[in-house]
């Protein structure tokens, strides 16, 4: 089956650590994207990337990093330097970056 | 800063109502529009593209409007399975122009 997956499905972490959430697709899209969604609030983007080895922040990337060295997989780690991390992370895959994106089940980080 | 407006509800309605969200939009630039639909929990997945005038699929309609930088989504003949989150959405309008802007999301509860 094709789609996006995004392991773990929770997770909990103590402050000061920092920790890596996977997203794989195997759709062959182009471009895949991270958001932050927090309750009563829109989704808001972290960081982005549309070809392999190249990637931009979106409109909150502080304390976050990522990397692109497959099409397949784009890893986002949430450091120590995130003030408030606890939020609902999702991965998002688009085939060219210009139109519909396609979402992965989301993984819900909290920081104890 | 670009962003994405909708009616803040909740809509609480019965089984077989015509309900319509609305929503506008502050970037005069976007091109392209969609709905998500949100379940409790989960991720967004793909309601509608409106790409020009509008469109219809089944009980649901869109329409944009460019001038009034204004949509909307019209659901007919509510069913209980149409309880969600529904979320309206842009594309560009950020340093990327590639990436999302959505909405804070417009809740929909139908009864029976």
């Known amino acids: 089956d094709g789609g996006i997956t995004q392991s773990p499905k929770y997770l909990f972490r103590k402050e000061g650590q920092n920790v890596t959430l996977s997203c794989e697709q195997n759709l062959n899209h182009d471009a895949m994207y991270w958001y932050r969604q927090d309750p009563g609030q829109g989704l808001r983007l972290i960081y982005y990337s549309q070809i392999v080895n190249d990637f931009q922040k979106g409109d909150i990337a502080e304390g976050y990093s990522v990397s692109r060295e497959k099409k397949e997989s784009f890893p986002l780690t949430v450091t120590s330097a995130q003030k408030n991390p606890t939020a609902f992370y999702l991965c998002?895959?688009?085939?060219?970056?210009?139109?519909?994106?396609?979402f992965g089940p989301g993984t819900r980080l909290t920081v104890l | 800063r670009k962003e994405v407006e909708q009616d803040p509800g909740p809509f609480n309605v019965p089984e077989g109502a015509t309900v319509a969200f609305n929503c506008t939009y502050s970037n005069s630039a976007s091109q392209s529009f969609f709905w998500y639909r949100q379940d409790c929990r989960k991720e967004p997945k793909l309601l509608m593209s409106v790409y020009s005038s509008g469109n219809e699929d089944g009980r649901f309609t869109a329409q944009l409007n460019r001038a009034s930088q204004y949509i909307s989504l019209l659901i007919r003949d509510s069913k209980l399975s149409d309880s969600a989150t529904y979320l309206c959405?842009?594309?560009?309008?950020?340093?990327?122009?590639?990436?999302?802007?959505f909405g804070k999301g417009t809740t929909l509860s139908v009864s029976s």
């Open positions: 998002a895959s688009s085939p060219t970056g210009w139109g519909e994106q396609f």
């Open positions: 959405v842009a594309l560009g309008g950020n340093q990327a122009g590639t990436a999302l802007i």
